[in-house]
């Protein structure tokens, strides 16, 4: 039996990097009830586009709110050096929900960080990520590997969506043979699967 239990009724999903605040934009739009939107980024201009009701910059000392390179592990390093600032932010919660696209930069570098944090905090966390298509190139898949490696050691429990295999099992249905229509897949996904862990 897992020893963290939820107080305060009170559930944080965060979004880290581009890919996780696309999705919380899609979450907003359905019904999370006891739900509170967190997105994370180092670049200000990827957190106005979001609906989260807090945005956190992170990494100001380091990157004075640019975009980052392809790096995870700069992002890693921005994460680390405002690790108070995510404490904060999350410590009236019982339970956290990380989302976010393994293989770039912030969700890669940022995410197992927060969940670092959420982990000495005691609260419960859970990850729900995707692997990157292959067609993307090996350095974005391994980057993403690394990426869940480092999460499996610092969640409770862990969601992985594979694109590739999940391309293949969606290419039936002609609903989602256009890319833009297998995100909305993607989406509706991540939040069945928040929902089992809501």
């Known amino acids: 039996m897992n020893s963290k239990t939820n ?19 899609y979450l907003a739009g359905r019904d999370l009830k006891n739900a509170e939107f967190i997105a994370i980024h180092t670049y200000e201009k990827a957190l106005d586009g979001s609906k989260a009701g807090k945005k956190i910059l992170i990494g100001s000392s380091l990157v004075k709110g640019a975009s980052l390179s392809t790096d995870p592990d700069v992002a890693r390093e921005a994460a680390q ?3 108070n600032i995510i404490a904060k932010a999350i410590k009236s919660t019982g339970k956290i929900i990380l989302v976010a696209g393994m293989g770039g930069t912030n969700g890669t570098g940022i995410t197992p960080v927060i969940a670092q944090v959420t982990q000495r905090c005691n609260v419960f966390t859970a990850g729900v990520v995707t692997m990157p298509f292959r067609f993307e190139g090996p350095s974005r898949y391994f980057a993403a590997q690394k990426g869940i490696i480092d999460l499996l050691t ?45």
């Open 154 to 198: 610092v969640t409770d429990t862990l969601t992985i969506i594979n694109n590739d295999k999940l391309s293949d099992k969606a290419k039936g249905p002609a609903e989602i043979k256009t890319f833009v229509n297998f995100m909305g897949y993607v989406n509706d996904l991540f939040y069945k699967t928040i929902i089992g862990i809501l």
């Open 7 to 25: 107080k305060t009724g009170k559930t944080f999903i965060v979004g880290a990097g581009s890919c996780g605040i696309n999705i919380l934009n």
């Open 81 to 83: 050096k405002d690790r």
